[in-house]
């Protein structure tokens, strides 16, 4: 009885001219899955072989599903050793993707924020039929996250505008990675270097993250709907580490922010500020012709010149021991945690003006924010006088 390897041989050698799939599809399925977890259909594919041992040549289209993403192989190229399993076939590719709306594709991978938008790129792919790997880039001229947004006021369901997203990425079956990803934002700019391990647990890592001029109050205040939300400039370096299934609870990492100048308009910092300003009740004696009960006018922004700290994440809580707040005519620095998820502030902080100083404890959730005073020194009222003139007028 043979072996088999003189007909697999054999095989090797068989001249296929020209042979034509048409309408094919193909489900991609886990083991244990109850249904397949993407799909290629609308396969039009074309093989040829000018001759006999020749490496097989390859065009054609095909649509991946969820997203309806068009591949088009505009040549490709299998060599086949007679006597090897087809997945050791050495495979080289050149496949153009464009999709008019990336996100039910997105979703696989991330499930939230929603991404949607059109997509083009292209992937050079090599290796062997059972291990492939790829290079390339793709791009998004117009790309928009959206969430729902349950603390907004209508509409809940808010977006967020990327312009000319650029990734460069190279794939292997353990990972993705890209160099400096690229993209437009708020009138600033974003770039880092992304890795995701694809698991599981799939995990994104962002190192040499870097933010220029990105206007907060899209992102903050339209977007996000923080409670402490500020406007302004935000320069940013770090990097971050996170699973894509549950980012925001597991997200750690550092780095370093600036903010240029811009206004406090978060409800729950500026109503933490009117319980400030509500202490000149304690030292309103040391004022000549100080207004006893004095509070900003409710929901009024206050101006500042920068806000700079360095921080760390771990577990989505932030924490930072060089808050600075600088104003015209005061300075303001923090130590503490600030939570991503839960928005819980919990830091000390000390009010400076010429030689007034004041030390408090900020605590509390979302709609719940306090300052309680820890130390209340007046040595100048004329200047605090000043100081709150300007922020109650």
Do not use: W
């Not at 996000?224 to 939300?229: D, I, V």
Request: charged content about 20%; aromatic content about 4%.
């Amino acid at each position: 009885m043979g072996t088999g390897r003189p007909a697999a041989a054999a095989a090797g050698a068989v001249l296929l001219s020209r042979v034509r799939i048409v309408k094919g599809a193909i489900d991609y399925q886990k083991a244990g899955a109850t249904s397949a977890q993407f799909t290629l259909d609308a396969i039009d594919v074309t093989v040829t072989q000018a001759v006999a041992g020749e490496a097989l040549r390859v065009s054609g289209s095909a649509q991946a599903q969820p997203g309806n993403v068009k591949l088009t192989i505009a040549e490709a190229t299998v060599s086949v050793t007679p006597g090897r399993p087809f997945g050791d076939a050495q495979l080289k590719a050149a496949v153009d993707i464009e999709s008019r709306d990336i996100g039910p594709a997105a979703a696989m991978f991330v499930p939230t924020p929603g991404v949607s938008g059109p997509l083009k790129g292209r992937i050079l792919v090599s290796g062997t039929a059972a291990r492939l790997t790829g290079s390339g880039t793709v791009g998004f001229d117009r790309l928009t996250l959206s969430a729902q947004q349950p603390h907004c006021l209508e509409p809940k369901r808010r977006s967020l505008t990327l312009d000319d997203v650029r990734v460069p990425l190279l794939y292997t079956p353990t990972q993705l990675e890209s160099q400096a990803v690229q993209s437009k934002v708020a009138k600033g700019t974003v770039a880092f270097r992304l890795t995701v391990a694809l698991g599981p647990p799939r995990v994104a890592t962002l190192r040499d993250i870097t933010v220029k001029g990105m206007q907060l109050e899209p992102v903050l205040v339209d977007y996000l709907c923080q409670r402490n939300a500020v406007t302004g400039p935000l320069d940013l370096t770090g990097e971050a580490n996170l699973p894509l299934e549950a980012p925001l609870p597991r997200l750690n990492g550092s780095g370093r922010v600036h903010i240029g100048a811009g206004r406090v308009i978060g409800p729950d910092l500026l109503h933490a500020l009117g319980q400030a300003l509500a202490l000149t009740d304690l030292v309103s004696g040391a004022l000549e012709g100080g207004r006893r009960g004095s509070r900003p006018a409710p929901g009024s922004p206050l101006d500042f010149d920068s806000i700079t700290a360095s921080y760390t994440i771990t577990n989505g809580v932030a924490r930072t021991e060089d808050l600075v707040y600088q104003a015209r005519d005061l300075r303001l620095t923090g130590v503490g945690t600030y939570g991503l998820v839960d928005g819980r502030t919990a830091m000390d902080v000390m009010v400076t003006q010429g030689g007034n100083r004041v030390k408090a404890r900020v605590a509390g959730g979302p709609g719940a924010l306090t300052i309680v005073p820890t130390d209340v020194r007046i040595k100048e009222p004329k200047d605090l006088r000043k100081t709150l003139d300007r922020l109650l007028r």
